[in-house]
């Protein structure tokens, strides 16, 4: 969001009429702006997510639009990259006893009625994956084809 300062100047900006869109995710919507996806204040043109958003079942993924396999697998290439979200990391050497009593704790903490119910009244939306399936995803993005990477190369050199 080049010239402003931060996401919610961009947001600010957006609503005074300075801008006609901006890219942010739709957790940082629903958290700040509640109104402006009920209201239809917004239209969400694209998801850039390897899945559909399940508040947003008709708005399609930037996958979705790729018009060839090649084009798809750079687009979910991109949006898995970006679909890991906050994540916690340990030294690559971790004893694989204590990875899975991590991931059990964490797991446990995403059941947790008083850490749900806490996470519920300060609108922070959820949607945690289990260590496995973040893992399994890692490995899906450093395991991108050539072609793939070498596009992927092209489109963050022409984005800084």
Do not use: C
């Given at each position: 969001?080049?010239?402003?300062?931060?996401?919610?100047?961009?947001?600010?900006?957006?609503?005074?009429?300075?801008?006609?869109?901006?890219?942010?995710?739709?957790?940082?919507?629903?958290?700040m702006y509640t109104d402006w996806l009920k209201s239809g204040k917004i239209s969400v043109l694209v998801q850039q997510t390897p899945q559909r958003?399940?508040?947003?079942?008709?708005?399609?993924?930037?996958?979705?639009?790729?018009?060839?396999?090649?084009?798809?697998?750079?687009?979910?290439?991109?949006?898995?990259?970006?679909?890991?979200?906050?994540?916690?990391?340990?030294?690559?050497?971790?004893?694989?006893?204590?990875?899975?009593?991590?991931?059990?704790?964490?797991?446990?903490?995403?059941?947790?009625?008083?850490?749900?119910?806490?996470?519920?009244?300060?609108?922070?939306?959820?949607?945690?994956?289990?260590?496995?399936?973040?893992?399994?995803?890692?490995?899906?993005?450093?395991?991108?084809?050539?072609?793939?990477?070498?596009?992927?190369?092209?489109?963050?050199?022409?984005?800084?």
């Amino acid at each position: 969001m080049r010239g402003y300062p931060g996401t919610k100047d961009a947001h600010l900006a957006m609503e005074r009429g300075e801008i006609e869109g901006v890219f942010t995710a739709v957790d940082v919507v629903q958290m700040m702006y509640t109104d402006w996806l009920k209201s239809g204040k917004i239209s969400v043109l694209v998801q850039q997510t390897p899945q559909r958003h399940p508040d947003l079942p008709n708005v399609p993924t930037s996958v979705e639009l790729g018009k060839t396999p090649t084009e798809r697998s750079v687009l979910s290439f991109l949006a898995r990259s970006g679909g890991l979200g906050r994540y916690y990391v340990a030294p690559p050497d971790i004893p694989a006893d204590v990875v899975e009593a991590l991931r059990k704790a964490f797991d446990a903490t995403m059941r947790d009625g008083q850490f749900l119910d806490e996470a519920r009244n300060s609108r922070v939306p959820l949607n945690p994956a289990t260590g496995a399936e973040l893992q399994k995803t890692a490995k899906e993005i450093v395991n991108i084809g050539g072609d793939e990477r070498e596009q992927v190369l092209a489109i963050a050199g022409s984005v800084r």
